[in-house]
């Protein structure tokens, strides 16, 4: 028998209390691990935002608080950070299985996953924060992530060349120095965490690169080609800062795409590309 996942994915993509989103993620998850899963031809919900709780207060990326990592409270900050990503890392991936139902049900299947892993990774990061007496919503954070899960909300193909390829991306590149600084607080513990989401992190973005992948064959657009065309059409960087080329393609980008989205940022960056 058939199992539809649809009305469970709306109210964990819904809920705004952290606990009550990855409770319902692990049903929802256990619920779909051997199902098949059932066609649904009723639209998606239209909505601005996805579940989040009042706090933490959510401000402009550039007003966030810049504060030191060598005092308690910075480093904490800082943890923080990590864990405000990995709550929206939820929703994305919720989303994602919530509303582009009209692919195949192995599309579902695959970012309920990976909701499921982002949820690990929240409760993994949030117990760290609490070690240092702090918690989830305590210092301001941006919706940057979810701006462009918005943004992209119309066509699945965007979603999978913006979110996975570009924003989930650089956690790759920026994770090793984050935990080489955590590493010399002597955190050890925080470290294994980070370990685990870097991990996990390759996965995703190899799946957001499969039906990347996926949906340019299905339309018959040329991969690179229309990446690079994405990137300039939103004033997206693709590198910043050290460059996880080993990472990158293990989570299926092609060297000879990196190579031409490396040529392509320098470009951008010297004002070439229009």
């Known amino acids: 028998m058939s199992y539809n996942p649809y009305l469970l994915l709306e109210h964990a993509l819904l809920a705004a209390d952290p606990d009550e989103k990855a409770a319902l993620t692990d049903e929802l998850s256990a619920a779909v691990q051997n199902a098949e899963l059932a066609a649904e031809t009723a639209p998606p919900l239209d909505f601005r935002y996805a579940g989040r709780p009042a706090r933490p207060r959510l401000v402009a990326p550039s007003e966030v608080t810049q504060r030191k990592m060598n005092t308690n409270e910075g480093y904490a900050a ?67 992530l979810w701006d462009m899960a918005y943004k992209t ?22 994770t090793p120095a984050i935990r080489a600084k955590v590493a010399q607080r002597g955190d050890l513990e925080t470290c294994a965490v980070l370990d685990i989401i870097y991990r996990d992190e390759v996965g995703h973005v190899k799946i957001g690169n499969h039906w990347y992948q996926h949906l340019c064959r299905e339309r018959g657009l040329e991969p690179v080609v229309l990446f690079r065309s994405l990137m300039a059409r939103y004033d997206l960087f693709v590198f910043r800062g050290h460059v996880n080329i080993e990472a990158r393609e293990r989570a299926g980008f092609s060297r000879f795409e990196l190579e031409m989205l490396e040529d392509f940022e320098k470009s951008l960056k010297a004002g070439k590309v229009v």
């Open 78 to 144: 800082m943890l923080h950070a990590i864990c405000h990503i990995e709550f929206n890392a939820v929703n994305l991936a919720l989303d994602a299985a919530y509303r582009f139902r009209r692919l195949p049900p192995q599309f579902a299947r695959d970012w309920i996953r990976v909701a499921e892993e982002e949820v690990y990774h929240f409760r993994l990061m949030r117990d760290r924060l609490r070690s240092f007496g702090y918690d989830y919503g305590d210092f301001e954070a941006h919706a940057h």
């Open 153 to 174: 909300a119309y066509d699945p193909l965007l979603r999978m060349a913006l979110v996975p390829r570009v924003l989930e991306a650089r956690g790759l590149d920026v």
